[in-house]
């Protein structure tokens, strides 16, 4: 038989703390949807199946994800061990392994993961529990081990006695069970006398019936925080930022203040580029070595900037391709643009690309001076070696070599305003 690797995402939960219309999982971090983020991480570790469990305002999560997952909807909202149980009837038939992940913990590491899996598999436990170190333990669930290192149980915290509540190793609520245990065991965890149904419970199951039970502790514990609010929302968002942030400058990247630059996912940044504050570069982007980005420049999604270009105060570029050396220095916007070599764009410049219906192409050819305040008017293409003359508004394409004015004749009458 097949064996399989599936991620079970819960997202079937409610809660008011956000305080909003939507779902809590729909909600943006850094770009994408908590419970997308979550999804993401299984389809990373090349999972054969994805199984998200459904429930309170179903309809928002299943029309982010679409088609990236099957569904299992908790009709009740029994627990978590009830909502595992609802996907019991997708697993039966299958061998391999299972991986219980959350939809509002979205900044756990595809690595740590795969750590758990790996672990998971080659000392054949049949469930191996993420778990940390916490100065702070309160609210958690206590990893409770033997006097030879071994789990024994987790202990939620209106359960602990004084003395369990000393315990610092805490239960993140991500595991990964060998299909046939879990299917075998949850089917005995009991409920409570609130009619909940915890999936913690079912570790002294599975110890109760001499299965194998292991853990992986999680080297970083920003990664199993979850989302409740909006100022948790806030919390993820700076780690993320943090995250990427530091992954650059390692990479040789000059950030100048971490605090204030936004870097989104998917960006690539080349050695000895610069970063100046208030930057945000959005998903999706190239930028080369030797750059200058910044300060308060807005990089929006599928731009690709050269080496040595630079990208200034004040300019916001979007789907645009800027080339080798070529400055935007200040106070423009360049959007659905291939700017060429050696090309300066003046102060207060802009490409004028939406017609109202639909976003038109600008293409400036290499060492194009564009004087201050030019308004390009797409779609539009500019040969080589251009001058725009300052205050122009070009609407049609210019030849290679020359001079393009395109202002009203400046007029001067003196005296204009005596009687």
């Known amino acids: ?14 809660s008011t703390a956000m305080n909003s219309k939507k779902s809590k999982l729909v909600h943006k971090l850094y770009g994408k949807e908590l419970v997308s983020r979550v999804v993401e991480t299984a ?16 309809e928002q999560v299943i029309e982010v994800l679409k088609d990236r997952t099957k569904y299992v909807v908790q009709e009740e ?10 996907t019991i009837p997708e697993l039966e038939s ?12 979205p900044i756990i590491k595809k690595d740590t993961i795969e750590r758990l899996v790996d672990r998971n598999r080659n000392e054949r436990e049949s469930v191996t529990l993420l778990t940390a170190i916490s100065d702070n333990p309160t609210g958690y669930g206590r990893i409770v081990r033997n006097d ?16 369990i509540k000393q315990i610092r190793e805490i239960n993140s609520g991500i595991y990964c069970f060998d299909i046939e245990s879990l299917c075998t065991a949850i ?18 199951v599975m110890k109760n019936k001499d299965l194998k039970v292991g853990a992986v502790i999680v080297e970083d514990n920003t990664e199993i925080l979850g989302v409740n609010d909006r100022v948790q929302l806030e919390l993820l968002g700076r780690i993320l930022r943090m995250r990427i942030n530091t992954m650059h400058m390692l990479n040789g990247v000059t950030i100048e203040d971490s605090d204030t630059t936004y870097i989104y996912e998917d960006v690539k940044i080349g050695r000895d580029t610069v970063i100046h504050p208030n930057t945000t570069i959005k998903s999706d982007c190239v930028i080369g070595e030797d750059c200058e980005i910044g300060p308060n420049a807005y990089i929006r999604e599928k731009c690709n900037l050269a080496d040595k270009v630079k990208i200034g105060n004040c300019v916001e570029i979007k789907k645009t391709t ?25 102060c207060g410049s802009i ?24 308004n390009l008017v797409a779609p539009v293409t500019l040969g080589d070696n251009v001058l725009v003359a300052a205050g122009s508004t070009i609407t049609d394409d210019v030849p290679g070599d020359s001079l393009a004015i395109a202002r009203e004749r400046q007029v001067v009458k003196e005296g204009w305003n005596k009687r």
Do not use: W
């Not at 030879?148 to 602990?160: M, P, R, S, Y």
């Not at 192409?361 to 564009?370: E, P, R, S, V, Y």
């Open 1 to 14: 038989m097949k064996k399989d690797k599936i991620a079970i995402v819960m997202a079937a939960g409610k």
């Open 43 to 58: 389809e990373k570790i090349n999972c054969d199946e994805i199984i998200t469990v459904v429930g309170e305002q179903k």
């Open 77 to 86: 909202l029994l627990g978590t061990g009830h909502a595992l149980l609802q």
């Open 94 to 105: 299958k061998s391999g392994q299972v991986i219980v992940l959350y939809g509002d913990v």
């Open 148 to 163: 030879i290192g071994e789990v024994q149980e987790i202990v939620e915290e209106f359960d602990a006695d004084s003395t």
């Open 187 to 204: 089917k005995e965890v009991k409920a409570r006398d609130n009619g909940q149904i915890y999936l913690t419970d079912i570790i002294k």
């Open 322 to 346: 800027v080339k080798y050396g070529s400055k935007v220095p200040h106070l423009s916007y360049m959007g659905d643009c291939e700017i060429g070599t050696g090309v300066n764009i003046g």
């Open 351 to 374: 490409t004028c690309n939406y017609d109202g219906v639909n976003k038109h192409k600008t293409i400036i050819g290499d060492d194009c001076f564009i004087g201050s305040n030019t």
